[in-house]
Each structure stands twice: as C-alpha cells, then as structure tokens.
C-alpha cells in the first residue's frame, strides 16, 4: 500500500504551478499547462483491494499513467519532462504504467523502461500492447507522432508476430516479463482499417489470442486482453477467448458513458473481465483543452455546454473538473483503472491529487438532477 505521504511529496513538486493555474472558464490551451485542483483531501484512493479477483488478474492501483504523451502525442516532449512526470506519478503513489511500441514508435517504451528498470519489478504493473511491428528506416512514415523514432510499422496480428513484439517491448523496456499484453487498435475508427477491422480481428483469433493465452500459461505475462477505442472488438472477443482485462479509451467519461455503462460493462462483468478506463479526460478535453479525444471521432454537438455546466457546477461544490471526471471514471466495480496521460510532473501531481479529494455527494446529485450525468451511473459514493 502506498502512504500518504508519496502523494504530498509529488503534490509539492507541482504545487507552485497548480496555484497559478487558471480554472476552465480562463483556460489556457497550452500545452503542458494544468487546471487548479480544488476541494478537501481525503484518505488515498490510488490502491484497488486486490490484484485476483474471480481469478483474473487486475492492477494494483486505481490510477495508473498512460504513456501516449511520452511518445509525442500531440507535442514532442523532452525526455526530462517525460521522466519528472514518471517519477511524479511513483511519488504520487501509481503503480500502473501503460504504454505501447505504437507510442512515438517505440519512443514512449524506451522512456518508460528508462524510469522503470531501476524500479522493484514486483511493485508496479507495466503494460503494453502488441499487434504492430516496428522496423529501423531513414524515412520514417507519416503519423501523428511529434518526433517519433526511426521505424516504420505494419500491422501483425498472428501468433508469431505477437510473439516477437512482447520480445521486442521486453527490450525496449529493459524487464524480464509483462503484467498486461493488450491487442492494439483492432478497432473500425482505426484508419488503417476502417471495414477492414474484421479481417485482423480473425487473423488475432487464430494467432494472437491463443498466443497470448499460451504466454499468460508461460509466466511470461500475467494477463492480455485488448485496447480499443470502440465496444464491437472488445465484445466479440469475449466470445471466441478467455482475455483478463481491457483497456477501453474513448467510452467511459463524465459526458459520455452510457453505452458503456449499459451494454459494455455488464458484458465483461460477467466473465470477471475487468476494464482500464483510458483518456477519462477525453483527451484533455476534460482538464480545459480546446481538442476532443483524438480526432478519430467527431465532438458531440453539446459536449462545450455540458462540459461548461459541469465546471460551473463543480466550482459551485467546491471541486474541479477534472477531479470529477477522472473519479467518476474510476467509480464502477468493474473498472479496476483509469489511465490519464501525462506530460510533466505538474499534470501528474494533479491526477494524483485529484483522486483524494473528498467530493460532496451534493455533486453528482445534481448533476443526476440536471440530466449532466445519467440517472444510473455509477458515483463514488456509491460506487
């Protein structure tokens, strides 16, 4: 378990920036910048109560760092900014670490594996992702990486290709086994597939999930499953496999969550397959940003005023909105995780912090009340 006192330590290192942060109606856009956290502290919440849970594997933390800012998502980032936000969340008390090859092409797993190669391995949970190769090239191509690496990729969803993508993150990461192994983007809003999707999702049905299974048997990972950014894959492949765990980005937010909520969730319930909630602030949407997710699906038509409701709201209860966001995020049983990136120490200081805030009830009803959350969502009070 991690103290309270790893969270100040960390809150400390962004404290002077956190103050001078301005609140979502004066919002900057720059990146890097972060929103005030606001409301009274209460005891941790970083820790889940178990690692097995119906005999799956789950992560140890209840907020981990997601690794797309590290690879360049968006801005490029020094490697001084990218290991100060590391080292920020560890003092912050994450335990979960969540990065991919496709992350600055293999940039995001080298910093990462930067930072946590010095660390105990047995105290803190990596995950990564398979389903691209990366190859070295002079004429890396055209993505929306800022910077990325040398490489060029092509997609592999077969047993032997899986195979040697866990290999190659295992030595871009410098460790000797994985925590998770997630199948990446075999998803309809990747537009390298689009309709094209079904047919890499039956190559993974034959090569990569028996494959992973097989590694899951070997001790070489503890749990795969897959992350996605839409429902269709993660359902279908709870139907021909046995995954542990998913990491769903895109579906699971403060504004948007009742899909998920209904239809998703329970499914996974049912198998004891548990869900890491990605982008919980859609992207930095949720923290002040002017982008929306990632630009692979449109903005909702109300997304401006609901999010400008829920910050008056919050504001009027005390709190912030991306606190709210990101506890309302972690607050179903079924999610064992949420994973907002970071990109300084400053933003991770601040999703740490934000999950020890104490958010009156008064809140959510409210917002259940003004029809800015769902009637049945799931709340932390009640969570």
């Known amino acids: 378990m991690h103290s309270r006192r790893h969270f100040l330590a960390a809150a400390a290192a962004g404290s002077a920036f956190l103050a001078s942060a301005p609140l979502l109606a004066q919002a900057s856009t720059r990146i890097g910048d972060v929103m005030p956290t606001r409301g009274k502290r209460t005891a941790s919440t970083a820790e889940a109560s178990s690692q097995v849970r119906g005999g799956r594997f789950r992560p140890s933390t209840r907020i981990g760092m997601g690794g797309a800012p590290a690879g360049n998502n968006f801005a490029a980032a020094t490697d001084a900014d990218v290991y100060a936000a590391l080292d920020a969340a560890w003092k912050g008390g994450m335990r979960l670490f969540d990065t991919s090859p496709w992350y600055g092409l293999g940039l995001s797993e080298r910093r990462f594996g930067q930072f946590l190669h010095t660390r105990p391995r047995d105290e803190y949970v990596l995950s990564t992702k398979v389903g691209r190769l990366l190859t070295a090239t002079t004429q890396p191509p055209k993505t929306n990486w800022k910077e990325p690496s040398p490489f060029a990729y092509r997609y592999d969803y077969s047993a032997a290709g899986v195979r040697r993508s866990v290999e190659d993150s295992l030595q871009r990461l410098g460790v000797s086994r994985l925590d998770i192994v997630l199948v990446h983007d075999l998803s309809p809003d ?136 990101l506890q309302f995020a972690a607050a179903p049983e079924v999610v064992s995780a949420i994973v907002p990136g970071s990109r300084n120490a400053a933003q991770s200081a601040a999703n740490a912090e934000s999950m020890q805030v104490a958010i009156p009830a008064a809140f959510w009803a409210a917002a259940k009340r003004e029809r800015l959350i769902a009637e049945d969502a799931l709340v932390p009070a009640s969570a």
Not at 190 to 198: Q, S
Not at 199 to 219: C, I, N, Q
Not at 299 to 323: F, V
């Open 190 to 325: 990747n537009g390298d597939m689009r309709e094209r999707w079904t047919e890499y999702f039956d190559e993974a049905a034959k090569g990569a999930f028996p494959e992973l299974t097989k590694m899951r048997d070997e001790g070489l990972i503890k749990s795969w499953g897959m992350g996605v950014n839409t429902p269709d894959p993660a359902l279908r492949a709870i139907e021909v496999a046995d995954p542990d765990v998913f990491l769903l980005a895109c579906q699971y937010s403060l504004i948007d969550h009742e899909n998920a909520l209904r239809t998703t969730f329970p499914a996974l319930a049912k198998r004891d397959i548990s869900v890491i909630v990605g982008s919980p602030l859609l992207a930095g949407f949720l923290a002040g940003r002017d982008r929306y997710l990632y630009g692979s699906q449109p903005k909702p038509a109300d997304a401006d005023a609901k999010r400008e409701k829920l910050s008056k709201l919050a504001s009027e209860h005390g709190i912030d909105l991306r606190t709210a966001a």
